[in-house]
């Protein structure tokens, strides 16, 4: 599963984004797919997910302003993020979790930056 991550950049606090990542592969053959974000010195956190069956979750931090959805079709995953705030200054990654054999799978994206100024 290759994954490919694209829509970081720079953007003012309130502002809006939305990222995409593109899957190598039908989306609806992975248990699931999410957005995991990282800032310089800490670990890599799960920020917005979707299931297989099309339940969401959300951090904590996402929840009321961030949006994950999905084109089956394009075998797209979006993050729609709104009201921006420097806090939300990382590196998002793509991540996907597929049911191998014997074990889960997970593959990741390259990464998108993005940077929200104050």
């Known amino acids: 599963v290759q994954l490919q991550a694209s829509g970081g950049g720079l953007v003012q606090a309130g502002g809006s984004l939305r990222l995409s990542c593109t899957a190598s592969?039908?989306?609806?053959?992975?248990?699931?797919m999410a957005w995991y974000r990282q800032t310089p010195g800490k670990r890599r956190v799960l920020f917005a997910a979707?299931?297989?069956?099309?339940?969401?979750n959300y951090a904590d931090s996402a929840r009321g302003r961030v949006t994950i959805s999905r084109d089956s079709a394009k075998n797209m995953v979006y993050l729609q993020m709104n009201g921006l705030k420097p806090e939300d200054t990382a590196v998002y990654y793509c991540?996907?979790?597929?049911?191998?054999?014997?074990?889960?799978?997970?593959?990741w994206g390259q990464g998108t930056e993005v940077t929200v100024s104050s």
């Open positions: 991540n996907a979790e597929f049911q191998g054999v014997p074990t889960m799978e997970y593959y």
């Open positions: 592969v039908d989306i609806f053959s992975l248990n699931a």
């Open positions: 979707i299931l297989k069956d099309g339940t969401t």
